[in-house]
């Protein structure tokens, strides 16, 4: 039988059946065995096959089928081990905040790099619309025409007062939506506003640090009403790359990839050779200065 992992708790592995229920599974020992560079051989969204003698018998994963997509992450205690995030998306929504927590430009660009990547188109969610001040407000205004022109759809919601909320649950509609962010940044009111029945834990703001209380323990795949799922994922703290060359980078910059075949050289680097389209761009407002400077601090890392 075929099913798809919508959570793992380290100890038990959850499988959706087509039929719609349930089962827990351990894993087949030789997945154990193989030679993985990734804390978890099984991820959410994993399309697995699974022996289960049915009843209330817990059931065995015996393979795991070619992943469309992932995206990953640098584990956060092994610095050469990744930690796959969710398998086989068709979008990827990165819940932002300019404040109560604040999301830095720098952790959005690297986690839109990642997504680009692995091949996963990827949206901003800029949440909490409804406590923003004018200085703040004009912030948005300038971050959204910096990632839009970049290529990046950008919303403004307001989870609690429900601004935005009708058009992201139309784009999730027939989807496996991955959903991620700072610790409460706002997804589990997201996800409660955009389906009530689900009911997510709400997590509170430190008022110490004005940082996210961590709520969400494990990632898990939520079942919407109108055919679709939420990834729901644990709030991330910082976003590590991991498995990405050098030359790779630039082209994870959609709005830098566009300028490439205008380049003096075809494998410039945007750094420091005579004729580059994109330090032009710069000049001329086609990049950004802010995305221009996380590419190259995301360059200074490799």
């Known amino acids: 039988m075929e099913g798809i992992v919508v959570k793992s708790t380290g100890s038990w592995i959850s499988v959706r059946m087509p039929d719609g229920s349930r089962v827990d599974c351990k894993l087949k020992g030789q997945f154990r065995m193989?030679?993985?560079?990734?804390?978890?051989?099984?991820?959410?969204?994993?399309?697995?096959?699974?022996?289960?003698?049915?009843?209330?018998?817990?059931?065995?994963?015996?393979?795991?089928?070619?992943?469309?997509?992932?995206?990953?992450?640098?584990?956060?205690n092994l610095s050469k081990i990744s930690h796959i995030i969710a398998a086989n998306l068709?979008?990827?929504?990165?819940i932002v905040t300019?404040?109560?927590?604040?999301?830095?430009?720098?952790?959005?660009?690297?986690?839109?790099?990642?997504?680009?990547?692995y091949y996963i188109p990827a949206s901003l969610i800029f949440n909490k619309i409804d406590i923003y001040t004018p200085d703040l407000l004009s912030i948005l205004d300038e971050l959204t025409g910096i990632y839009e022109q970049a290529g990046y759809p950008c919303y403004r919601v307001s989870a609690t007062r429900g601004d935005g909320v009708p058009e992201i649950r139309e784009r999730l509609t027939g989807k496996v939506s991955l959903f991620?962010?700072?610790?409460?940044?706002?997804?589990?009111?997201?996800?409660?506003?955009?389906?009530?029945?689900?009911?997510?834990?709400?997590?509170?703001?430190?008022?110490?640090?004005?940082?996210?209380?961590?709520?969400?323990?494990?990632?898990?795949?939520?079942?919407?009403?109108?055919?679709?799922?939420?990834?729901?994922?644990?709030?991330?703290?910082?976003?590590?790359?991991?498995?990405f060359d050098k030359?790779?980078?630039h082209r994870c910059f959609p709005e830098m990839d566009r300028l490439l075949p205008q380049c003096q050289y075809k494998n410039c680097t945007h750094t420091h050779e005579p004729g580059c389209?994109?330090?032009?761009?710069?000049?001329?407002?086609?990049?950004?200065?802010?995305r221009y400077n996380s590419y190259l601090s995301i360059l200074n890392d490799r």
């Open 90 to 94: 068709d979008h990827a929504y990165l």
């Open 180 to 243: 991620s962010g700072h610790s409460g940044a706002g997804k589990s009111a997201m996800i409660k506003a955009i389906n009530p029945a689900l009911n997510p834990r709400i997590g509170r703001l430190s008022e110490t640090h004005q940082k996210g209380m961590h709520t969400t323990t494990f990632a898990e795949m939520l079942e919407l009403q109108d055919d679709g799922f939420i990834v729901d994922t644990p709030g991330i703290k910082e976003f590590g790359l991991i498995d």
């Open 98 to 117: 300019l404040a109560q927590p604040q999301t830095s430009n720098g952790f959005i660009d690297r986690f839109l790099v990642t997504a680009a990547g």
């Open 34 to 76: 193989q030679d993985i560079k990734h804390t978890n051989p099984v991820a959410i969204g994993d399309r697995v096959e699974v022996e289960h003698a049915g009843a209330d018998s817990h059931g065995m994963i015996t393979h795991i089928r070619q992943r469309d997509n992932y995206i990953i992450r640098k584990s956060k």
């Open 247 to 249: 030359s790779e980078i």
């Open 277 to 290: 389209a994109v330090k032009k761009g710069i000049d001329t407002g086609a990049i950004s200065t802010l």
